[in-house]
């Protein structure tokens, strides 16, 4: 059975860093074997960055980042990097290629992109001399190319976002196209190279600061313009990026001592008059300082000082987010499904907050949205995933549940009344305050008539924790966790006002599912690109899907330009590396070639809604192609004929495949020492070792 993942513990690893400079060269075990790595980069890597390579045993470092072995140029070719290396002797090496860079300070390896194959490399047990002639090409095997980004070993990452028209500037310079450009600077004090006699302006000169590079931080700066339809974030030129009205600009900023870095906002213009190829002027400058990025995200209004006469010039807005990493990390660079998705997984069937939403209806006997028994009715009836929202309690334990408020009752009565009842954001309860009041659903509170008597109940009780979730519910089903968090709408307001710090919230979320997740199948999905954004960096396990509410008429628009259309949440998607959209399948209706922008771009779509509640349109949707339909009620409109996740199915298939191959093998094996082959199925003992054959 080919697993998504498994969490290993590779103590092993812990106690040897293979790229660290050793003054004594150790004795070669009997039986090790030298073998070389050659590489083809075909593009061009920035300043700071190096190709290292690792792999399934001590010598490559056992998968682990910060043990991965630097290669080094052919002394021929600046595009071929080599590494002669001896490895153990009677196994299979697999391996694979990485660019990271190494902070100069702490000498931390980071991992800026890296080869994410489902199967990685490898070196069979009896490789000949001849095959150090082998040159891979970094990222391409067979023709297969994925080289994706890595996740947040020690380093952090900071956004800045220019939207919704940000400056604020003077009328004789209000309509000119306004070019951005940040630079990390340094504000460590370097003693030995300290020289505090070059002037304030002689600083904000573009050619003094390309020149005086000591005071550029350690970092690597990227932007993205959402504008262009095949967006992806890139480094920036000598003048920045342009801003045009209403588009939608993001810096990012990747650095390892956020502490120690201050940002330096140039602006540059062209004048009225100028002459074709002359370069823009330096209009207006301000520096953002660490101590104003306390937050793990904020808005920022901040003056526009002239560059030539250092006067106030108008005002910018700029929205930030701080991305930290999860300490202590359990990556590594064994295995990676962030952009993983079979060919044969189409058409899934989703069971929306389990059996369905409860609150929207009064038919039959409905089962309590997001909860134990709703999520294994689903199961039961033949759903391949099941989605549910997750949320922080007061105390920093994840819980299933929709909604931002509840309602709690004062007094126990049988006829409630309009005093009985107290509405409060379920964030200001505890666990277990959650466990033991006895709470109501929003909509019951309003309407003041309760719909479930369920309390001797376990698994009926609401606020389950994802925990719970994780260990009771069938393994071989799928989840879809989407991550509850409050956006502002368009309007200016806060759906919530949560109080977490996202990076804590999105962390105490991740700890859990890397801890009790095991081999299941995990999808990752939230309204905020955002918490997408956190979900992805911070690790290289599950894949990260970007919900989007799309053009509607049923809901608020959000004030993130990025949700509100399937054109941009495809561009964010594709920028950011996530696996896909979640479309509303109302904004899908409405224009079915909308599936194609994110299909022609290699994402995965699933779509959610009422307008899902269809047997025809659920029929409908999977024809388009949708890759999975999120709807309630799967014992009533899943068309399934036998009631098994396709994964369960396909779990079986491997399993099936693997114990013919071992029979095949056994009976060549037999053949080969011209002994009798017994004509009754192959019986495989239970200590048969099936791993390799398995990989």
Same mark, same amino acid.
């Given at each position: 059975?080919?697993?998504?993942?498994?969490?290993?513990? &590779?103590?092993?690893?812990?106690? &040897?860093? +293979?790229?660290?400079?050793?003054?004594?060269?150790? #004795?070669?075990?009997?039986?090790?074997?030298?073998?070389?790595?050659?590489?083809?980069?075909?593009?061009?890597?920035?300043?700071?960055?190096?190709?290292?390579?690792?792999?399934?045993?001590?010598?490559?470092?056992?998968?682990?980042?910060?043990?991965?072995?630097?290669?080094?140029?052919?002394?021929? +070719?600046?595009?071929?990097?080599?590494?002669?290396?001896?490895?153990?002797?009677?196994?299979?090496?697999?391996?694979?290629?990485?660019?990271?860079?190494?902070?100069?300070? $702490?000498?931390?390896?980071?991992?800026?992109?890296?080869?994410? !194959?489902?199967?990685?490399?490898?070196?069979?047990?009896?490789?000949?001399?001849?095959?150090? +002639?082998?040159?891979?090409?970094?990222?391409? /095997?067979?023709?297969?190319?994925?080289?994706?980004?890595?996740? #947040?070993?020690?380093?952090? /990452?900071?956004?800045?976002?220019?939207?919704?028209?940000?400056? %604020?500037?003077?009328?004789?310079?209000?309509?000119?196209?306004?070019?951005?450009?940040?630079?990390?600077?340094?504000?460590?004090?370097?003693?030995?190279?300290?020289?505090?006699?070059?002037?304030?302006?002689?600083?904000?000169?573009?050619?003094?600061?390309?020149?005086?590079?000591?005071?550029?931080?350690?970092?690597?700066?990227?932007?993205?313009?959402?504008?262009?339809?095949?967006? $992806?974030?890139? =480094?920036?030129?000598?003048?920045?990026?342009?801003?045009?009205?209403?588009?939608? /600009?993001?810096?990012?900023?990747? %650095?390892?001592?956020?502490?120690?870095?201050?940002?330096?906002?140039?602006?540059?213009?062209?004048?009225?008059?100028?002459?074709?190829?002359?370069?823009?002027?330096?209009?207006?400058?301000?520096?953002?300082?660490?101590?104003?990025?306390?937050?793990?995200?904020?808005?920022?209004?901040?003056?526009?000082?002239?560059?030539?006469? !250092?006067?106030?010039?108008?005002?910018?807005?700029?929205?930030?987010?701080?991305?930290?990493?999860?300490?202590? $990390?359990?990556?590594?660079?064994?295995?990676?499904?962030?952009?993983?998705?079979?060919?044969?997984?189409?058409?899934?069937?989703?069971?929306?907050?389990?059996?369905?939403?409860?609150?929207?209806?009064?038919?039959?006997?409905?089962?309590?949205?997001?909860?134990?028994?709703?999520?294994?009715?689903?199961?039961?009836?033949?759903?391949?995933?099941?989605?549910?929202?997750?949320?922080?309690?007061?105390?920093?334990?994840?819980?299933?549940?929709?909604?931002?408020?509840?309602?709690?009752?004062?007094?126990?009565?049988?006829?409630?009344?309009? &005093?009985?009842?107290?509405?409060?954001?379920?964030?200001?309860?505890? #666990?277990?305050?959650?466990?033991?009041?006895?709470?109501?659903?929003?909509?019951?509170?309003?309407?003041?008539?309760?719909?479930?008597?369920?309390?001797?109940?376990?698994?009926? *009780?609401?606020?389950?924790?994802?925990?719970?979730?994780?260990?009771?519910?069938?393994?071989?089903?799928?989840?879809?966790?989407?991550?509850?968090?409050? =956006?502002?709408?368009?309007?200016?307001?806060?759906?919530?006002? %949560?109080?977490?710090? +996202?990076?804590?919230?999105?962390?105490?979320?991740?700890?859990?599912?890397?801890?009790?997740?095991?081999?299941?199948?995990?999808?990752?999905?939230?309204?905020?690109?955002?918490?997408?954004?956190? #979900?992805?960096?911070?690790?290289?396990?599950?894949?990260?899907?970007?919900?989007?509410?799309?053009?509607?008429?049923?809901?608020?628009?959000?004030?993130?330009?990025?949700?509100?259309?399937?054109?941009?949440?495809?561009?964010?998607?594709?920028?950011?590396?996530?696996?896909?959209?979640?479309?509303?399948?109302?904004?899908?209706?409405?224009?079915?070639?909308?599936?194609?922008?994110?299909?022609?771009?290699?994402?995965?779509?699933?779509?959610?809604?009422?307008?899902?509640?269809?047997?025809?349109?659920?029929? !409908?949707?999977?024809?388009?192609?949708? !890759?999975?339909?999120?709807?309630?009620?799967?014992?009533?409109?899943?068309?399934?004929?036998?009631?098994?996740?396709?994964?369960?199915?396909?779990?079986?298939?491997? *399993?099936?495949?693997?114990?013919?191959?071992?029979?095949?093998?056994?009976?060549?094996?037999?053949?080969?020492?011209?002994?009798?082959?017994?004509?009754?199925?192959?019986?495989?003992?239970?200590?048969?070792?099936?791993?390799?054959?398995?990989?």
């Amino acid at each position: 059975m080919q697993r998504w993942w498994f969490l290993e513990d &590779n103590n092993s690893s812990a106690n &040897n860093a +293979s790229s660290a400079v050793k003054k004594t060269k150790p #004795l070669k075990p009997p039986g090790d074997r030298k073998q070389k790595f050659r590489v083809l980069v075909t593009d061009e890597l920035l300043k700071d960055e190096t190709i290292a390579v690792t792999g399934s045993c001590e010598a490559l470092g056992n998968w682990e980042a910060e043990h991965c072995v630097q290669m080094q140029q052919e002394e021929d +070719s600046q595009n071929i990097w080599c590494l002669e290396i001896d490895l153990p002797d009677n196994i299979v090496v697999s391996y694979r290629y990485l660019i990271c860079s190494i902070d100069p300070n $702490s000498e931390n390896v980071h991992v800026r992109r890296f080869e994410t !194959h489902i199967t990685p490399r490898a070196i069979p047990v009896n490789s000949t001399p001849d095959m150090d +002639s082998k040159i891979d090409t970094l990222g391409d /095997i067979d023709g297969t190319i994925k080289l994706d980004k890595g996740w #947040l070993t020690t380093e952090t /990452i900071i956004q800045f976002k220019f939207f919704d028209n940000p400056f %604020l500037v003077k009328e004789r310079i209000k309509n000119r196209l306004l070019h951005v450009k940040i630079t990390p600077m340094n504000l460590r004090i370097n003693a030995e190279s300290q020289n505090m006699t070059s002037s304030h302006e002689d600083s904000l000169s573009n050619d003094t600061r390309e020149n005086g590079t000591d005071h550029q931080a350690y970092a690597f700066t990227e932007v993205l313009s959402l504008r262009n339809s095949n967006a $992806s974030f890139e =480094q920036q030129s000598q003048f920045g990026c342009p801003y045009h009205p209403d588009d939608f /600009i993001v810096f990012n900023v990747t %650095l390892n001592e956020p502490e120690n870095v201050a940002y330096l906002v140039d602006l540059y213009t062209y004048s009225s008059r100028f002459k074709e190829n002359e370069p823009p002027y330096h209009l207006g400058y301000h520096y953002i300082l660490p101590n104003f990025l306390k937050k793990s995200e904020g808005i920022l209004e901040l003056p526009v000082t002239c560059a030539s006469k !250092h006067r106030p010039l108008g005002m910018m807005r700029i929205d930030y987010l701080k991305v930290t990493p999860l300490l202590p $990390s359990k990556c590594s660079l064994e295995r990676s499904y962030i952009r993983y998705w079979d060919k044969r997984w189409t058409g899934l069937d989703v069971g929306h907050r389990g059996s369905g939403t409860s609150f929207k209806t009064s038919e039959g006997n409905v089962i309590r949205e997001n909860t134990i028994a709703s999520l294994k009715k689903a199961v039961a009836h033949g759903a391949d995933m099941v989605e549910f929202d997750v949320q922080l309690s007061k105390d920093l334990v994840p819980v299933i549940y929709h909604d931002f408020d509840i309602y709690v009752s004062l007094k126990r009565k049988t006829n409630l009344e309009t &005093n009985d009842m107290l509405e409060l954001p379920m964030h200001e309860l505890t #666990l277990e305050q959650l466990k033991n009041l006895k709470v109501y659903h929003v909509v019951e509170g309003r309407n003041r008539e309760p719909k479930f008597f369920d309390e001797d109940l376990d698994e009926h *009780q609401p606020f389950p924790q994802l925990s719970d979730a994780l260990d009771l519910i069938d393994p071989s089903c799928g989840f879809n966790i989407e991550i509850k968090w409050s =956006q502002k709408l368009k309007d200016g307001k806060m759906e919530s006002e %949560l109080h977490f710090d +996202s990076n804590l919230y999105v962390d105490c979320i991740l700890k859990v599912v890397l801890e009790k997740a095991g081999s299941r199948r995990i999808v990752f999905s939230c309204f905020d690109a955002d918490i997408c954004t956190m #979900l992805r960096f911070k690790q290289n396990l599950y894949p990260v899907m970007f919900l989007t509410l799309g053009v509607t008429s049923r809901y608020p628009s959000y004030h993130d330009p990025r949700c509100n259309s399937i054109e941009m949440a495809v561009r964010n998607a594709c920028a950011t590396e996530l696996l896909g959209i979640v479309a509303h399948t109302e904004d899908l209706l409405r224009d079915q070639t909308q599936v194609n922008l994110a299909t022609e771009k290699g994402l995965i779509i699933f779509c959610w809604g009422d307008d899902n509640n269809c047997k025809d349109t659920i029929k !409908h949707l999977k024809s388009l192609g949708i !890759h999975a339909i999120i709807y309630d009620k799967m014992d009533i409109y899943s068309d399934k004929a036998v009631k098994e996740s396709v994964f369960l199915v396909g779990a079986r298939d491997s *399993q099936a495949a693997i114990l013919q191959q071992i029979g095949i093998e056994n009976r060549l094996e037999h053949n080969n020492h011209h002994e009798f082959i017994d004509p009754k199925p192959t019986s495989v003992s239970n200590d048969t070792d099936c791993s390799t054959t398995a990989n």
